[in-house]
């Protein structure tokens, strides 16, 4: 059974920082790409990073670029999203998810879910 359960979410100022973690199990970790999604109320799902199965390379939306850092313990089957600079649009729950694609942009790429983290960031 594969299960990917999220962590680390919370209420920060804007300008703070949080560390989200993604713990993945019944799957070979590194043979699957991760990313991490989120979605505010009343908007879709899209997508805010994503790494490669080695962790070599990375992709970001525009809007979290130089801000938000995706990075991945294979040995230890973590994903991880630091986030810095936070603003209150970033306000959403937060999932990490699996891909068995090479470098998948698209949530229709990926496999596998976990439940999602509220982040909430006040003004």
């Known amino acids: 059974q594969v299960q990917l359960v999220e962590s680390g979410g919370g209420l920060v100022q804007a300008g703070g920082s949080l560390r989200l973690s993604c713990v993945v199990s019944g799957l070979t970790f590194n043979n699957y790409a991760m990313g991490w999604f989120r979605q505010a109320p009343g908007k879709e799902r899209e997508s805010v990073a994503a790494?490669?199965?080695?962790?070599?390379?990375?992709d970001y939306a525009d809007s979290v670029k130089g801000r938000f850092t995706i990075s991945r313990d294979n040995a230890n089957n973590m994903v991880y999203l630091q986030m810095n600079s936070l603003k209150p649009d970033d306000t959403a729950v937060y999932y990490c998810?699996?891909?068995?694609?090479?470098?998948?942009?698209?949530?229709?790429?990926?496999?596998?879910w976990g439940q999602g983290t509220q982040v909430t960031v006040s003004s």
């Open positions: 790494i490669t199965r080695s962790g070599v390379s990375s």
């Open positions: 998810a699996a891909s068995r694609y090479t470098f998948p942009r698209g949530r229709e790429l990926y496999n596998y």
